[in-house]
């Protein structure tokens, strides 16, 4: 008996390389779970599966197998329940430089950040998987790679509860900010200056966090 997952994983492995879209993974699969399968491929088997967070090039719904060569990650062993819970008290804000998903990666350009679940104190040192000793880290901090200097506590805590707000107040406040800092935008640089513009706004399901 084949599972669903089994049958993705070879069905992406035989496009390698090609835009695959979720209609032709459902239909592979036979199943609407079809992302949980994709992430599990992903995060548990570490094949290098793309999404729109990851590559501009990709609209949503389209995915790509870049390489066969896996690339695993450690499994962090946290659910999905704790890691929604998480990212909702963190305010699906990077703990340490601020960023939200969507922002433009610093590292890749023109990837998305990625948020990820880290352990204050690494488990290698005792640390749990209390939601104490758990925080909100995008991919370039995760991977320590970030040098830039980090938001103040007071900072952080306001740009969550700003995250956590819907689009409509979040535009007012990035326009009143605009306005005491003497920035307004330039006509026909508005689109570009949104803060999230598009869909990334959130952590949700799919393959990204
Ligand atoms: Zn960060």
Do not use: W
Not at 35 to 60: F, K, N, T, V, Y
Not at 81 to 110: S, V, W
Not at 132 to 146: F, G, M, T, Y
Request: with cysteine; aromatic share 4%.
């Amino acid at each position: 008996m084949t599972s669903a997952r089994d049958k993705i994983r070879a069905f992406l492995e035989a496009n390698v390389g090609k835009v695959v879209n979720t209609q032709q993974v459902r239909d592979v699969a036979g199943i609407s779970e079809y992302a949980r399968r994709l992430r599990e491929l992903r995060d548990d088997e570490g094949m290098q599966i793309h999404s729109h967070i990851d590559d501009e090039s990709l609209s949503p719904g389209e995915y790509k197998l870049v390489d066969l060569k896996r690339e695993p990650r450690i499994a962090d062993g946290i659910s999905p329940q704790k890691r929604a819970r998480i990212l909702e008290r963190n305010g699906y804000t990077c703990q340490m430089c601020g960023a939200g998903p969507g922002d433009p990666d610093p590292f890749n350009a023109g990837r998305k950040t990625r948020l990820h679940i880290d352990h204050v104190t690494p488990r290698a040192q005792g640390g749990t998987d209390d939601d104490e000793n758990l925080r909100v880290l995008c991919s370039a901090c995760n991977q320590s790679k970030a040098n830039i200097q980090s938001p103040s506590e007071d900072a952080r805590n306001l740009l969550a509860r700003i995250r956590r707000a819907p689009r409509s107040v979040r535009r007012e406040v990035y326009a009143s900010l605009q306005r005491s800092f003497g920035d307004t935008p330039r006509a026909g640089r508005d689109v570009a200056a949104d803060p999230d513009d598009g869909d990334q706004s959130d952590a949700g399901p799919g393959l990204r966090a």
